[in-house]
């Protein structure tokens, strides 16, 4: 187990906008993780995504080494923002955007 965690350290450290979901963004497969992703892609940013149900592995450690026990996952410059609820609540007040734009360096006009 301990490369499984070397791996999703590797994916944190390397994407400053990672989503751990169900599916991928084009195909989500559960309701929250496609919450998420439309919350993320409103605002305007590329972002990466591993799909958990493609890595059992993942999906059984992430939880743990989180300690965050539902999926999606949102990991922006290596630290967990949250799940679904959060992203979402985030998006509507305007803090996601902050967040995103932020973490890829840009600035609103």
Do not use: H
Request: charged share 20%; aromatic share 8%; with cysteine.
């Amino acid at each position: 187990m301990s490369n499984t965690i070397e791996t999703i350290k590797e994916q944190i450290s390397s994407n400053d906008i990672l989503l751990y979901m169900k599916g991928n963004p084009r195909a989500p497969q559960c309701g929250f993780s496609s919450q998420a992703v439309q919350a993320l892609m409103s605002c305007g940013e590329r972002f990466a995504f591993v799909n958990i149900l493609d890595n059992p592995d993942i999906r059984a450690e992430l939880p743990k080494f989180a300690n965050w026990p539902t999926f999606p996952q949102l990991w922006i410059k290596g630290e967990l923002v949250g799940g679904c609820d959060i992203i979402v609540e985030m998006a509507g007040n305007g803090e996601l955007q902050t967040l995103i734009n932020d973490a890829v360096g840009t600035t609103e006009e």
